[in-house]
């Protein structure tokens, strides 16, 4: 009797913890489907809401999150009565303020045993016209001198170094420059593969730099094919032949000894069309 007690503890327990494992994950559907909504501001956002849960649904969640910024509820609303399906249809005006930004919005439905499904939509906004937008900074930027072996040009658009000799000439929005076959020295001069215009522009404002201060200051200096005798903390304006601006300021030359690590370095600003 006690083997026979215990034999119906173990299959209790085991046939508990399968219907356990069968437990399904709140879903939450959103319409829309495409994960990037592409809108201007004002533009009115209508998003079709579908939740399921094993369990009756309780609570309801919309938030939004800008980069570097903390979430804010747009929705926080009980569902009452507690049901399994829940249907919603949340409408939303495009805020002024999201103007040239990447927006994502997050959507949660909770059910009664603590289980959280989640849906996001990233929204994306053009930017009003005439707006400045601040511009975003990449760092560790380089290439080498000509006379290295290694990469000795760079593309503004994909802000990689490239190699003039294998490059296809879009690809080397700059490079280096130098006209002396077997110096040792690095040239400290740029040109283009790309008919890359340049403008040293030392008094711009690197730090606050936007699409419209970028084009202004370029549009307002003398456009060179070349730039030469380049020092650490120039800042060096770019326009290349599709458009694009890179707002470049040199954190860092190396002319060594030899040729092998001889290199500029850098961080960028990009404007793009």
């Not at 994306?124 to 560790?140: A, F, M, R």
């Not at 650490?232 to 599709?242: E, F, G, H, L, R």
Request: glycine fraction near 6%.
């Amino acid at each position: 009797m006690k083997n026979t007690f215990l034999l119906f503890t173990i299959v209790l327990f085991i046939f508990s913890g399968c219907k356990k494992d069968k437990t399904k994950d709140v879903m939450v559907f959103i319409d829309p489907a495409a994960i990037h909504i592409y809108t201007a501001v004002d533009k009115i956002i209508s998003f079709g809401i579908k939740a399921e849960s094993e369990f009756p649904l309780v609570n309801f969640k919309i938030h939004y999150k800008e980069p570097g910024a903390s979430q804010v509820f747009l929705k926080d609303t009980l569902i009452s009565p507690a049901v399994k399906k829940f249907n919603y249809t949340f409408e939303f005006k495009v805020p002024e303020s999201w103007a040239g930004k990447s927006i994502i919005i997050i959507f949660n439905a909770y059910d009664q045993e603590g289980n959280v499904g989640t849906s996001a939509r990233t929204i994306i906004v053009d930017p009003i016209e005439n707006t400045p937008i601040l511009l975003t900074e990449t760092t560790g930027h380089y290439f080498y001198s000509t006379h290295s072996g290694e990469l000795d040009a760079f593309d503004i658009e994909t802000g990689t170094p490239q190699l003039i000799l294998t490059a296809i000439p879009n690809l080397r929005d700059i490079q280096d420059f130098d006209t002396i076959p077997t110096d040792s020295i690095l040239a400290r001069s740029w040109n283009s593969g790309s008919s890359t215009q340049f403008v040293r522009f030392n008094g711009f404002d690197y730090a606050n730099a936007t699409n419209i201060s970028t084009v202004d200051a370029f549009n307002s200096g003398t456009k060179l094919q070349i730039v030469n005798n380049i020092q650490p903390n120039d800042i060096i304006i770019a326009k290349t032949s599709s458009g694009n601006y890179g707002v470049i300021k040199i954190t860092n030359i190396f002319d060594l000894q030899g040729v092998a690590n001889d290199r500029y370095e850098f961080n960028m600003k990009k404007n793009t069309q």
